[in-house]
């Protein structure tokens, strides 16, 4: 089966209609109803005929649709559908990934969209792509999504391993390394993976119960400093651990760090890895390959050390 995206503009008003409203009437009634199902064709011609629209093609056949609404640096995602016989295959996930790559092309810093607070299943889907929650009034939910982070499909955790001993080859001494995501994500494997492309000696754990090791180089580079920010009470607890060697000399990486360890540095690497769902295919296959346990891992650079810095071969 192939999968593809093709832009589009009013001429397909009844193509991305019919799966509008077919997408729609198969969530559960709203009160008030989506303003989707009251669009009509004359009403999709007008709103196709800005920036247009996408539509997913599954072997030629449209199975997605999303309109594309710029305002200002923003690019929204208006009528987002895939056709109810086609959720859970990862047409969703793919479809977010072309529309943020379409809004990277045209200059927009940002994605948004607009989701119902009453559907907690779709609000966590477009967390689980990187949205995050900026306002609320009930019952619209507004997400953005920054569009500077980069985006790597890990099938496996070889994959993982994998690209941490890539992100080694882009690190320096004084760099720090925010990893999030739940338990079992992959930010030990993901760790481990660093340590072996920087060279350093010892066994790399998941440091929970000694909340800090330090991972001395054998090749004269800098140290891997491994941190566990899970059961520290803030940014002074962080500070006070007796690391035994100066940071700016090391690569530090702190595990659950978000909220906490950003405070150490104003350039940092924010990494985030999601463990894909049943939607979240990887992005060239319309489903995982059996015994894969894909993961999403979005890299942010932050601060001056990181411009100019390109990310795109991870």
């Known amino acids: 089966m192939t999968l593809v995206f093709e832009r589009v503009g009013p001429e397909a008003a009844t193509e991305v209609l019919g799966i509008v409203r077919a997408a729609f009437a198969a969530r559960p009634p709203l009160d008030p109803p989506a303003d989707a199902l009251g669009e009509t064709e004359a009403s999709m011609k007008e709103r196709l ?4 629209g996408v539509v997913a093609r599954l072997d030629g056949a449209g ?69 995050r929650e900026i306002s609320r009034e009930s019952p619209a939910v507004r997400l953005h999504r920054p569009l500077n982070e980069h985006v790597v499909e890990a099938l496996d955790a070889d994959a993982m391993f994998e690209l941490g001993r890539r992100v080694a080859g ?8 925010v990893l999030s995501g739940g338990l079992g994500a992959g930010k030990t494997t ?50 006070d651990l007796d690391l035994d060697t100066d940071l700016d000399d090391a690569v530090t990486v702190v595990e659950w760090g978000e909220g906490l360890a950003e405070g150490l540095s104003e350039s940092r690497l924010e990494i985030r890895i999601v463990r894909a769902e049943a939607d979240e295919a990887p992005l060239d296959l319309v489903e995982a390959p059996d015994g894969a346990d894909p993961r999403r891992v979005e890299i942010v650079p932050v601060g001056a050390r990181w411009r100019g810095v390109d990310l795109s071969a991870l």
């Open 49 to 52: 005929s800005g920036f247009g």
């Open 63 to 131: 199975v997605g649709a999303v309109l594309m609404d710029p305002a200002d640096s923003t690019l929204w995602l208006r009528r987002f559908a895939v056709l109810p016989d086609q959720q859970g295959h990862g047409v969703a996930h793919k479809m977010v990934t072309y529309a943020a790559g379409v809004a990277r092309a045209e200059g927009f810093g940002d994605l948004a969209v607009i989701a119902r607070e009453e559907l907690p299943q779709t609000l966590r889907f477009w967390e689980r792509q990187g949205f």
């Open 170 to 177: 882009l690190v320096a001494a004084g760099d720090i390394l």
């Open 190 to 239: 993901f760790t481990k993976g660093l340590g072996a492309g920087l060279g350093v000696r010892g066994e790399i754990t998941s440091p929970t119960f000694v909340i800090a090791r330090v991972h001395p180089s054998t090749v004269g580079g800098p140290e891997l400093v491994h941190v566990d920010a899970y059961r520290l009470g803030g940014i002074e607890e962080l500070d």
